[in-house]
């Protein structure tokens, strides 16, 4: 089992930053995936971002150019910087951890953007 513990999220204006963190822990195996989806009201869950233990990142297409993925090895720990941020953005953030024996899933973190 992994445990996940998220921050970060908050309310910002439109054009703002943000950044989301997310500290795994548990049973970590050498390979693994860490990311973020996010599910807007009445929308379906959608993937954010990604980045393997290889540093392969991965980007939705509405965010690329604004946000960036990262990752801190030795504290098992993910990063999602926000920039330039839209009313569209506005979701609840969830960090996943996925190896071989699944998916793992913080309890999620609310991103508001409005003025």
């Known amino acids: 089992q992994v445990q996940l513990v998220e921050s970060g999220g908050g309310l910002v204006q439109p054009g703002g930053s943000l950044r989301l963190s997310c500290a795994a822990s548990g049973s970590i195996f050498s390979f693994n995936i860490m990311g973020w989806y996010r599910q807007a009201p009445g929308k379906e869950r959608e993937l954010v971002a990604s980045?393997?233990?290889?540093?392969?990142?991965n980007y939705a297409d509405s965010v690329k150019g604004r946000f960036t993925i990262s990752r801190d090895y030795a504290l098992n720990t993910v990063y999602l910087q926000m920039n330039s941020l839209k009313p569209e953005d506005t979701a609840v953030y969830y960090c996943y951890f996925r190896t071989v024996q699944g998916d793992s899933w913080g309890e999620g973190t609310l991103v508001t953007v409005s003025s």
């Open positions: 980045i393997s233990t290889g540093g392969r990142t």
